[in-house]
T-cell receptor
Framework: TQLLEQSPQFLSIQEGENLTVYCNSS?????LQWYRQEPGEGPVLLVT?????EVKKLKRLTFQFGDARKDSSLHITAAQPGDTGLYLC?????????FGTGTSLTVIP | SQTIHQWPATLVQPVGSPLSLECTVE??????LYWYRQAAGRGLQLLFY??????ISSEVPQNLSASRPQDRQFILSSKKLLLSDSGFYLC?????????????FGSGTRLTVV
């Protein structure tokens, strides 16, 4: 089993603060994806990173894939209430996807 | 554009009753289709996937079954629901087999077995 642990599990912050979510594994993945899920909806793909050390930016969100392709981080700058949701990472090996345990983020106005 | 439809949105069923959840995809052909279950807003558990009509792979032995009667239709069923079948069920598709492409998920079905 290729387990992906996310931390923190829950995060509640004030609007305007910065935060980082981590996705860690002992397994190597060919790529890693991040999804955001709002209550009562399906997850939506945010980004895919495929190269060790790769950094991708999506407006206020910065995603990094670890050099060894075992871990990833998501950094949000100046969080807004619209960032509230469940963030899921997914490691990909071949055609297999392994979802992380999830980080529930609440941004308080 | 490709879209995925899943229904119903919510369902409350008694223990021992049957289940049928339907998922259809538009705007693509021969998609890989998936059923996931999510417990209490946490990570996703893959239940079944299908690479074509009549082709079903089961990841977790359990009280559920899946069928793919048409290219763009995927059905999740149970003959007798258990309390432990409660959860949020998500249908998803992915174009081809490329890992660079992510899942497109339906809006989910919240199943409560009482």
């Amino acid at each position: 089993t290729q387990l992906l642990e996310q931390s923190p599990q829950f995060l509640s912050i004030q609007e305007g603060e910065n935060l980082t979510v981590y996705c860690n594994s002992s397994s190597v993945f060919s790529s890693l994806q991040w999804y955001r899920q709002e209550p009562g909806e399906g997850p939506v793909l945010l980004v895919t990173v495929v190269t060790g050390g790769e950094v991708k930016k999506l407006k206020r969100l910065t995603f990094q894939f670890g050099d060894a392709r075992k871990d990833s981080s998501l950094h949000i700058t100046a969080a807004q209430p619209g960032d509230t949701g469940l963030y899921l990472c997914a490691g990909v090996t071949g055609n297999q996807f392994y979802f992380g345990t999830g980080t529930s983020l609440t941004v308080i106005p | 554009s490709q879209t995925i439809h899943q229904w119903p949105a919510t369902l409350v069923q008694p223990v021992g009753s049957p289940l049928s959840l339907e998922c259809t995809v538009e705007g693509t052909s021969n998609p890989n289709l998936y059923w996931y279950r999510q417990a209490a807003g946490r990570g996703l558990q893959l239940l079944f996937y299908s690479v074509g009509i009549g082709q079903i792979s089961s990841e977790v032995p359990q009280n559920l079954s899946a069928s793919r009667p048409q290219d763009r239709q995927f059905i999740l069923s149970s003959k007798k629901l258990l309390l432990s079948d409660s959860g949020f069920y998500l249908c998803a598709w992915i174009f081809g087999q490329a890992p660079r492409n992510g899942y497109t998920f339906g809006s989910g079905t919240r199943l409560t077995v009482v």
